[in-house]
């Protein structure tokens, strides 16, 4: 499960609420694309801004969908009794996996922060993964944190965010971390312009935001790495040059596949829990010219 | 409402979870001072960690135990439905004002957090004060965004984080601000360490983290500014570096004041919400030696 392609779709809030259909749509391009698991309820599925109610509908929808495919729920909360009972709602509807980012107010300790995951390992019975998310969460982990954390029982993968740009920088970093974890818990590159360096530099998954609505795109490229074809993935990713550069011009991924999502007709362009709001039409009609030109699917 | 001292307290929360005995103890030690307000459920009253129906608790104990001095409740939240609801709990439990925090997952936009203070204003009867304090929300304002907030009917304060260190810049840096904002909107000091800076630099308010555990040792501060006496609140404000020392040392002043009011016994020592956690035994009784060296009261 913690292979391959892991696709992040986001979660439409519409002006009416929760849009069930519209999640159930994005749901059903990444099970037909075959993803090798479902994240839901990431940072860009806006696991902060939902309730507790709506993030254990949002988990059992995404497990009724998901046919065969393992799904694995945020259960990100800044306090650790919300965690849990998160946890035991995941749990409850078959969440296959957790994933879990320290989401912190004050900022968050080292010796805090291990004992956040091991809290929720002493309760859960499912695998986690660690979610190194600093942009969101605010804490910056340390390799050393990291191997400690993923020495807990059920702690299968690591979450990273971008690697260095220079392939080889990149080699170092992930060998690294490598090098602090036990056999068998897998690294994974999320910060979708950093996958391919990511996954030639020995990352074996991809959380993506990108797979998330655009699985088919994402998967070629999980695709060609599992294949070793490091050339190919990088090819792929350059072509895809056009999406990151919107991702950055917009201070992030969310408002751009919010505005994606739209686009292609699968919920509302507005599709942003409050306080985020919609881009302008300009840009989501720029938006439309990208995902059109790519032929992103 | 919105001058003179505003005492913050903690909330403190014990294995056993909120412990309301300790909290009244806190909040008698304010009332007996004379704050000019309390302002519950700040960051360090850990409104982050706590449930919506925990922190309409501890807003109607605040309440209840205030007599004349006026409550202003802090009703954060990443999500601006949660801050709506919170809006009405805390209306409904008699809050005489609500301070806001534009909280942020995803980094937020200038139009986005105009956004949340404009629906919240259009939702509620009684003041609001501006919450700016970029280091747990991640948003940094602009002096045109104050004031542009500023001038929707209602808003009465803009609680800043610490100025400049010099008294020149200091008074700059609050006049600019001052000119930005209509006549009656006050602007309130945080940052305990540049309390005394910031007072003499024309801020009217001093929203206090120190007051909400050593009231009148804050209220000497403000008594002293209310009076014009710019060297005497210096005077004050520099005997206490050992304390804004300690600040600096854990990271802010959260676990300190977690610390100090176990030390005075009106709680215990563990007191923060997890993940937080409490210091470790030798810094605690540094902690108790500063508390008593002070004669922090």
Chains 1, 2 share one sequence.
């Not at 992040?8 to 994005?26: C, K, Q, S, Y």
């Not at 259960?75 to 709602?89: C, I, M, Q």
């Not at 954390?149 to 690294?176: H, M, T």
């Not at 292609?264 to 720029?286: H, K, N, Q, V, Y």
């Amino acid at each position: 499960m913690f292979t391959g392609l892991s696709a992040f779709p986001l979660t439409p809030v519409t002006n009416a609420g929760f849009d069930e259909p519209g999640f159930v749509r994005i749901l059903e391009r990444i099970t037909s694309a075959g993803a090798d698991s479902i994240g839901v309820l990431g940072s860009t599925g806006s696991y902060a801004y939902l309730r507790r109610p709506q993030r254990s509908r949002i988990a059992a929808i995404a497990k009724s969908h998901a046919g065969n495919i393992p799904v694995i729920v945020c259960v990100g909360s800044v306090s650790t009794d919300e965690v849990l009972r998160l946890a035991d709602d995941a749990q409850t509807v078959g969440a296959d996996a957790l994933l879990l980012p320290p989401v912190s107010y004050q900022t968050l300790r080292e010796d805090e922060v291990f004992g956040l995951f091991e809290t929720l390992m002493q309760h859960v019975s499912v695998p986690v993964c660690i979610y190194d998310n600093p942009g969101t969460t605010r804490f910056e982990f340390s390799d050393e944190l990291h191997g400690r954390i993923a020495r807990l029982p059920g702690i299968r993968s690591v979450k990273i965010p971008g690697v260095p740009s220079s392939p080889v920088d990149a080699r170092v970093r992930v060998q690294r971390l490598k090098s602090r974890l036990p056999e068998g818990v897998t690294i994974g590159i999320s910060g979708d312009a950093s996958a391919a360096t990511g996954l030639n530099a020995g990352c074996e998954v991809w959380y993506s935001v990108c797979g998330g609505l655009f699985p088919l795109t994402a998967k070629e490229i999980t695709d060609a790495a599992a294949r070793g074809e490091h050339e190919r993935v990088v090819q792929l990713s350059e072509r895809l040059q056009p999406l990151w550069g919107l991702f950055r011009k917009h201070g992030g991924s969310i408002r751009v596949m919010a505005a994606a999502a739209g686009v292609l007709g699968l919920t509302e362009t507005d599709c942003l829990p409050r306080p985020l709001r919609p881009l302008s039409a300009s840009d989501i009609a720029e938006i439309a010219t990208v995902v059109s030109e790519l032929n992103l699917k």
